[in-house]
């Protein structure tokens, strides 16, 4: 003989899942409860007002407005009740705490690009054959510390992807041009599924890979260089920030967002979740949205007092990872941050010598 080992539900491994699950079975038992009253309610009508022996019409049956009040009023007050216990649940689903760490995820046709905070990296999904990593156990995975939140950012490339972790019943959209985030507090340390809920193409089924939650301390030591099986440990590429540094100086953008008296450009110092005046009236928040849209495409939202036309569209010249890297760098910059603009960073290509400059 065999067991099967099917379960109702997947396994807990989250805060949100507890919430989740337990406003899933309040609703099962009221829409149980309610089903089988109604149905034991016309089973007991079938019997007591059956058709009988006795001739004659009908008796009249008079309605009755407290028995209609009581099934008005008490699905009302069951109804508002799961609406106010749901939106309590939902709101707790989409507020990360301040304190979790910030994950970049990237979707693709067909895989999933995750980068951590210094700069580590794995590869998710079907296309990982022939990945170089810092060690082979974790390409596929997605690797979370326990008893700590993580925060997601996410973006595709190209289609509409879902990242789904049953197991921390949640699941978001990632859609192409915008980010969306989402956001885990692992409670059990272990391996768990991790899907694309949305179909994308033709190898939509390879899209999955594994989540493993694990001790802080074994966290930490994976994510600042994992054991190689030899003892040796193999160091992780720059930060976001730092790559975005890189990113910033090889595409010159110090020629005009030099924070000096001859920049052409807004300074980009402190710039980030700060409100931003624009050209023709009306103003913006300066979130991940707005700054990958200006980098892309600097004609939409022109800064209020520079000249639109100075700073060239990176639309086809930059990668998702790439915009990740700068907004990091940009979300980095405090006053005297900006590197000194030299010789060796000339005027972009392109690029006017005007006055001041988007």
């Known amino acids: 003989m065999f067991a099967v080992n099917m379960p109702l539900l997947p396994e807990q491994a989250s ?11 309040f609703i099962m038992l009221v829409t149980v409860a309610a089903g089988v009253g109604v149905y034991a309610v016309m089973a007991f009508f079938c019997v007591k007002y059956r058709r009988s022996a006795v001739e004659g019409p009908t008796p009249r049956i008079m309605g009755s407005h407290q028995l209609e009040l009581f099934w008005s009023v008490s699905p009302l007050i069951i109804f ?17 705490p301040p304190e979790a760490d910030e994950i970049y995820v990237v979707g693709k046709q067909w895989m999933w690009k995750a980068q951590y ?83 994308c193409g033709t190898e939509h089924s390879k899209m999955v890979g594994k989540v493993i939650v694990m001790e802080e301390e074994d966290y930490q030591e994976w994510l600042t260089g994992t054991s190689d099986g030899k003892g040796a440990k193999n160091p992780v590429d720059g930060s976001p920030a730092w790559e975005g540094r890189q990113l910033f100086q090889k595409l010159q953008c110090l ?19 700060s409100r931003v005046p624009l ?19 600097p004609m939409k939202k022109v800064v209020e007092g520079w000249n ?51």
């Open 15 to 25: 805060t949100l899942a507890v919430h989740v699950d337990r406003l899933f079975w």
């Open 255 to 273: 020629a005009c967002h030099s924070a000096n008296a001859e920049a052409r450009a807004p300074v980009l110092e402190g710039l980030y979740k």
């Open 117 to 199: 905070p210094n700069g580590q990296r794995v590869i998710i999904g079907a296309n990982t054959e022939g990945i170089t990593s810092i060690d082979r156990k974790y390409v596929g995975a997605l690797v979370l510390p326990v008893n700590k939140p993580v925060r997601l950012i996410l973006t595709s490339e190209d289609v509409i992807h879902d990242f789904a972790v049953p197991a921390f019943r949640s699941k978001v959209d990632v859609l192409p041009g915008r980010y969306v985030s989402t956001w885990y507090h692992p409670t059990k340390v272990g391996e768990y599924h991790l899907f694309c809920d949305q179909y």
């Open 80 to 96: 508002l009740f799961i609406f106010g216990w749901g939106a309590w649940v939902y709101n707790f689903a989409i507020h990360a």
């Open 308 to 358: 639109p036309t100075i700073m060239p569209a990176y639309k086809d010249q930059v990668t998702e990872e790439d915009i990740i890297n700068l907004i990091a760098y940009i979300r980095s910059l405090k006053a005297g941050d900006t590197p000194k603009r030299t010789d060796s960073y000339p005027a972009p290509v392109g690029a006017s010598t005007g006055s001041k400059g988007d």
């Open 279 to 297: 050209h023709g009236g009306g103003s913006v928040i300066a979130d991940d949205t707005y700054i990958r849209e200006s980098i892309l495409h």
